[in-house]
């Protein structure tokens, strides 16, 4: 049984810094594209970041680009997600997924999905 748990959510400031980690099981990790998606209060879930199997590449949203940085280690099935110069409009539960298509992580086609992570940023 796949497995995807998120950690590392809570409560910061406009400005401040947060990490995600998502820690997989179940799965042959490596293998797998793994991407960092968000739903707003009231919106649609959206994408905001991926890293390929190696770590090798890495795409961001245009929201985030800059702030935030995609990483992976996969001696530990691990995912994480540094969010830097966080503001309101971060204000999201975070969803970690693992996806076998690389051209697939920015529409959200990916295969496993964790039941997310609370971020809030209080302004």
């Known amino acids: 049984q796949v497995q995807l748990v998120e950690s590392g959510g809570g409560l910061v400031q406009t400005g401040n810094s947060l990490a995600l980690s998502c820690v997989a099981s179940g799965l042959t990790f490596s293998r797998y594209t793994m991407g960092w998606y968000r739903r707003a209060p009231g919106k649609e879930r959206e994408f905001v970041a991926a890293?390929?199997?190696?770590?090798?590449?890495?795409y961001y949203a245009k929201s985030v680009k800059g702030r935030f940085t995609i990483s992976r280690d996969n001696a530990n099935n691990t995912v994480y997600l540094q969010m830097n110069a966080l503001n309101p409009e971060d204000t999201a539960v975070y969803y970690c997924?693992?996806?076998?298509?690389?051209?697939?992580?920015?529409?959200?086609?990916?295969?496993?999905w964790g039941k997310g992570a609370l971020v809030t940023v209080s302004s």
């Open positions: 890293v390929s199997w190696d770590g090798g590449s890495t």
């Open positions: 997924a693992a996806g076998a298509r690389w051209s697939l992580a920015v529409e959200g086609g990916m295969d496993y």
